[in-house]
Nanobody
Framework: QVRLVESGGGLVQPGGSLTLSCAASGGILRITDMNWYRQAPGKEREWVAKIERSSTQTYADFVKGRFSISRDNAKKIMTLQMDSLNSEDTAVYYC???????????????WGQGTQVTVSS
């Protein structure tokens, strides 16, 4: 069974940095694009960044220049380096990936359970 597990969340002061990781496991044949989303209290979930299998990256305007997404295809790990954090970055961050599973099944997007990031002094 395909699983995505995020880690690295926590409490950080404004202006600080944090690195999130997402590890994919289970019966995976191939992963194409991987994404980070976030959801702040009382708000809709929003897309943050995307990385293609080729490592092409795209970012939401509100994180450009501050966040950096990367991946290791062999290890099936994606990371999000977050710098210059501010209170508006406080949210639960979710990993999302387009996965082709081993055995029966077709391409579909999977979600992790989320990791909390809190930016506060």
């Amino acid at each position: 069974q395909v699983r995505l597990v995020e880690s690295g969340g926590g409490l950080v002061q404004p202006g600080g940095s944090l690195t999130l990781s997402c590890a994919a496991s289970g019966g995976i044949l191939r992963i194409t694009d991987m994404n980070w989303y976030r959801q702040a209290p009382g708000k809709e979930r929003e897309w943050v960044a995307k990385i293609e299998r080729s490592s092409t990256q795209t970012y939401a305007d509100f994180v450009k220049g501050r966040f950096s997404i990367s991946r290791d295809n062999a290890k099936k790990i994606m990371t999000l380096q977050m710098d210059s954090l501010n209170s508006e970055d406080t949210a639960v961050y979710y990993c999302n990936a387009n996965v082709l599973p081993l055995g029966p099944g077709s391409w579909r997007y999977y979600w992790g359970q989320g990791t909390q990031v809190t930016v506060s002094s």
